[in-house]
T-cell receptor, first 112, second 111 residues
Framework: KQEVTQIPAALSVPEGENLVLNCSFTDSAIYNLQWFRQDPGKGLTSLLLIQSSQREQTSGRLNASLDKSSGRSTLYIAASQPGDSATYLCAVNQGGSEKLVFGKGTKLTVNP | DTGVSQDPRHKITKRGQNVTFRCDPISEHNRLYWYRQTLGQGPEFLTYFQNEAQLEKSRLLSDRFSAERPKGSFSTLEIQRTEQGDSAMYLC?????????FGSGTRLTVV
């Protein structure tokens, strides 16, 4: 059974700092991995999707990497801003299934 | 294209009542998903439709839960005889190939 773990559970940083969020998964037979952002009481916004054959994806100040063999992904946020404050969720799409398996998320607070 | 729309945004119901939620996916998306999220947890998969066919269903979806997607367009999720443990955010997502677009969710509170 696929399990996704995100560390840390919460992170508080000063504005302008670069930071890394970690995601690990137990079964490396994944189809893709996605990072989402969730604001309090809201739905999920897709940030980056990495196919199993890719190593990384970039969008603006965000960079996500994938090491499928070790079951790890990182989300790098450069020059953090207070508007980045949210919960960041990692999810994997297992081969042979349509469902996403999510981690519990990392709650990020960026202090002005 | 206005994204994935869910209705209602909030629902408060008494234990034992039936509730129904609606999801309108992005029009060209043939895949539709329902997830449930409780406080402090990541979303958990409930069910998946490709067009009008329900192709995958989680064991979380007990006999009290039923989902439909008539004509492959909007979808409904019904919960019968609600219990306090059903209180959660119910999220709908749609997709055409890979990569999901989520709606804002329906927050259900069972009192």
């Amino acid at each position: 059974k696929q399990e996704v773990t995100q560390i840390p559970a919460a992170l508080s940083v000063p504005e302008g700092e670069n930071l890394v969020l970690n995601c690990s998964f137990t079964d490396s037979a994944i189809y893709n991995l996605q990072w989402f952002r969730q604001d309090p009481g809201k739905g999920l916004t897709s940030l980056l999707l990495i196919q199993s054959s890719q190593r990384e994806q970039t969008s603006g100040r965000l960079n996500a990497s994938l090491d499928k063999s070790s079951g790890r992904s990182t989300l790098y946020i450069a020059a953090s801003q207070p508007g980045d404050s949210a919960t960041y969720l990692c999810a994997v799409n297992q081969g042979g299934s349509e469902k996403l398996v999510f981690g519990k998320g990392t709650k990020l607070t960026v202090n002005p | 294209d206005t994204g994935v729309s869910q209705d209602p945004r909030h629902k408060i119901t008494k234990r034992g009542q039936n509730v129904t939620f609606r999801c309108d996916p992005i029009s060209e998306h043939n895949r539709l998903y329902w997830y449930r999220q409780t406080l402090g947890q990541g979303p958990e998969f409930l069910t998946y439709f490709q067009n009008e066919a329900q192709l995958e269903k989680s064991r979380l979806l007990s006999d009290r839960f039923s989902a439909e997607r008539p004509k492959g367009s909007f979808s409904t999720l019904e919960i019968q005889r609600t219990e306090q443990g059903d209180s959660a955010m119910y999220l709908c997502a749609s997709s055409r190939s890979y990569g999901y677009t989520f709606g804002s969710g329906t927050r259900l509170t069972v009192v």
